[in-house]
């Protein structure tokens, strides 16, 4: 490649990440000066210290052989030991990625609950992704935890995984860019936040024995790539691997993924860690893994004297050592983790906090359908709420990532009857309740509510009412993928028929992801508010009444059908026993996962091209008011364009630029986009800087752009676009 290429592919790529940028940054990572106090640290260390930084425990009373509880340690995922001789700070780990983890109550404490991830990514909204981050890291640091094990980037492959929820979307630029803003918003406070799980965590049934195929140009063209960026944006001090085997071998002991791409062609510095019961063996280090997290749950301690013996033995394992703990200090020097010592029971201001979760609730969530019901009027006489525990809060989903507000759940349905996963699997609702919301908002109405056990009871009520709100559920959880797309416990057969008893029935869905809708045409309307985290009764409420204007758009597609996937069945769902660990139950451990018949072409890319038509397309949202989107130019990797709000009231909307063509071939590539907030008649230009590897192909190692025609369209959404506009572009050649 030519210096004037790279120049010019590197200096789009920077202009891509000015224009995304968020308002309210972290100062720069100075990863440069902090790689090179970590080897002068490492040149001081020790044989014995030099495995102190290399495995932990996770501080949990999980039974069995639980080593003793360190004096300095906090109940939560982990604990890495620090080495005071050298001034090195303990590792003191907590999930996630949608605030502190409440580990089954052992702390006593709670956190403020955001939005599920996939709401975050509803907003479409990198500096709401920062504020976010920032909020609930500096919880984790208020009770004295410095490594927040969030960052969940893997593109959703199928919707039916039990993760959906946590993750953030199906497209590489928008999963890319939101998680890395979240990232530099954690890392603002003086503490690492990993990104996970590395690779192509797709499903979680047979998820520790799950072996992903798929080739590696449509490897790095989508999940990898939404890493790149992530990345990139947020500069995270680890990268948690994933329990998934990618080409037979182990994520956190595969050669091609992390010593080849992450360090290798990307040059990543920080370090790998494990998943927790992830490490296969000791020679898991020897493939790029850095750090063996929640030893208790692997089958031994791979890399503590076992390590240090082959490094005493061996000087290509000695070598090996060192770079493990360059990598492990360089991402505690980065954050500054050892001059800003994060100690329990600092203050977290729950009040301003909840606030953050209730505007990101309010952003993420989508209107997917209104025949005018909507916004409700605050003079309505009678409302009946039905279903959803929507008296007393908001589903969350389950696993690793729970959290718990003050006070704990509204209410808890047991999953799991017992082992480790008892306390985590379980159907928990925060503390939100939307009726008390609505009735806030509607003082003078009879707000009535049913729970939807009984069909007959729900419908008797929403005759009564002018209005009949019916609150519609679906529970994703870690360890366990959902089997199909209905909802659960009869509850398409209640909206169906409470929506037969009153035209104006309004259906709220809880879900953590995309579900079929068979009453759709039957009803007058539908919000999608997802699991809507610590503050979503009000969040809910406002969006149907009206005070907020709702402005979410899908970040994934909404099937018609389980038919229209690339795997109508999921894999190892007819033989894999679901035990909420994803260990092998049938005695057997081939399970493939064959991700060549998508490739690259993930989500709506693979409705375009099979040219069949979704329920909802990734990027639909509706709005109060209305929007045009004209005027597209195009100059080399910039486009210019003009938003305008064309209705009554202020709203925003998500300008989305997508390739269409390239050289006479259809493509559907999301190419860029910006959130615009209007006031009503208001008009914004919008400029947006298009990353080439979206336009490229991964080809011998190296991104290839051909020359000639490359058409793009605005878009409502990854349908709905307008006649597209062409710019002839010159071949180009760069590593990634």
Not at 109 to 137: C, E, F, H, K
Not at 452 to 457: F, P
Not at 691 to 716: C, Q, V
Request: hydrophobic share 40%; with cysteine; aromatic share 8%.
């Amino acid at each position: 490649m030519t210096n004037k290429t790279t120049a010019l592919a590197t200096a789009a790529m920077t202009a891509l990440a000015i224009s995304h940028a968020s308002a309210q940054e972290a100062p720069a990572v100075d990863m440069k000066a902090a790689d090179a106090r970590a080897a002068a640290t490492v040149s001081q260390m020790t044989a014995d210290e030099k495995v102190v930084l290399t495995h932990g425990i996770m501080p949990l009373p999980l039974g069995g052989p639980t080593p003793p509880m360190p004096k300095d340690a906090i109940p939560g995922a982990g604990y890495i030991p620090g080495i005071e001789r050298l001034g090195v700070p303990a590792l003191k780990e907590t999930d996630a990625s949608l605030g502190v983890s409440y580990v089954m109550g052992i702390r006593k404490d709670g956190a403020t609950a955001l939005p599920s991830g996939v709401a975050q990514a509803a907003s479409w909204n990198p500096d709401l992704m920062y504020r976010g981050g920032a909020m609930i890291g500096s919880e984790a640091r208020a009770k004295g935890f410095n490594v927040l094990l969030a960052g969940g980037v893997n593109l959703m492959r199928d919707p039916r995984n039990g993760r959906t929820f946590e993750y953030l979307a199906e497209d590489p630029l928008l999963s890319g860019m939101l998680v890395g803003a979240a990232i530099r918003g954690i890392q603002s406070n003086h503490i690492i936040s990993t990104i996970k799980h590395f690779a192509l965590n797709g499903q979680e049934t047979g998820r520790k024995y799950v072996d992903v195929k798929i080739s590696e140009s449509a490897a790095h063209e989508s999940d990898l790539l939404a890493f790149k960026i992530g990345i990139e944006q947020g500069q995270p001090g680890s990268v948690m691997c994933a329990y998934n085997r990618v080409w037979g071998e182990q994520a956190c002991a595969n050669e091609w993924l992390l010593n080849k791409v992450l360090k290798g062609e990307w040059g990543y510095k920080g370090f790998v860690m494990s998943d927790w019961g992830a490490v296969p063996n000791l020679e898991s280090a020897m493939k790029g893994l850095d750090q063996q997290s929640g030893e208790q749950l692997d089958p031994a301690v791979f890399f503590g004297d076992k390590l240090k013996d082959k490094a005493a033995a061996d000087p290509a394992w000695k070598a090996r050592v060192d770079d493990m703990n360059r990598r492990i200090l360089t991402a505690i020097y980065a954050s500054g983790l050892d001059k800003n010592p994060a100690n329990p029971g600092g203050k977290i201001d729950f009040a301003a906090n909840g606030m953050v979760a209730e505007d990101v609730a309010k952003q993420g969530i989508v209107l997917l359908k209104n025949n005018g019901a909507l916004p409700l009027a605050k003079t309505a006489k009678s409302i009946a709420i039905i279903g959803g525990y929507a008296d007393g809060g908001v589903l969350s989903g389950a696993g690793s990532s729970q959290v718990h507000g003050e006070g704990g759940p509204a209410v808890t349905k047991p999953v799991a009857g017992k082992g480790v996963w008892a306390g985590f699997i379980a159907q928990q609702y925060h503390r939100s309740s939307p009726m008390d919301a609505i009735q806030s908002l509607a003082s003078q109405a009879k707000v009535t509510f049913r729970d939807g056990r009984y069909i007959a009871d729900a419908v008797e009520k929403a005759k009564q009412s002018e209005v009949a709100i019916v609150f519609a559920t679906q529970w994703q959880t870690e360890g366990l993928d959902v089997p199909d797309l209905s909802l659960p416990d009869g509850q398409d057969a209640l909206i169906a028929a409470v929506a037969a008893a009153n035209p104006n029935t309004i259906v709220v869905l809880e879900t953590g992801g995309p579900v079929k809708m068979p009453w759709l045409d039957k009803v007058a309307g539908v919000i999608e508010a997802w699991y809507p985290g610590a503050r979503g009764g009000p969040a809910i409420a406002s969006v149907l009444f009206g005070d907020t204007n709702p402005s979410g758009r899908l970040p994934l597609t909404f099937p018609a059908s389980e038919a229209q996937l690339p795997r109508p069945k999921l894999d190892g769902s007819d033989w894999v026993e679901p035990d909420f660990s994803g260990n092998p139950s049938s005695g057997s451990d081939k399970l493939v996962a064959d991700y060549d018949i998508e490739g690259s072409d993930v989500g709506y890319r693979w409705f375009a091209r099979n040219g069949a038509k979704p329920l909802f397309p990734f990027g639909y949202g509706l709005s109060y008011t209305t929007f045009e989107t004209t005027g597209l130019k195009l100059k080399g990797l910039s486009a210019k364009f003009t938003v305008k709000n064309t209705g009554q009231r202020e709203g925003a909307d998500v300008a989305q630029l997508y390739l269409v063509s390239r050289n006479g071939e259809a493509k559907r590539r999301l190419a860029g986009f910006q959130r615009v907030n209007l006031p009503a008649g208001g008009s914004q230009t919008v400029s947006v800087t298009i990353d080439p590897r979206i336009l490229a192909d991964w080809k011998d190692g190296s991104w290839t752009m051909p020359s000639g025609e490359y058409a793009f369209a605005l878009g409502k959404d990854a349908e709905t676009l307008s006649t597209p506009v062409s710019v002839r572009l010159t071949a180009r050649k760069w590593k990634d």
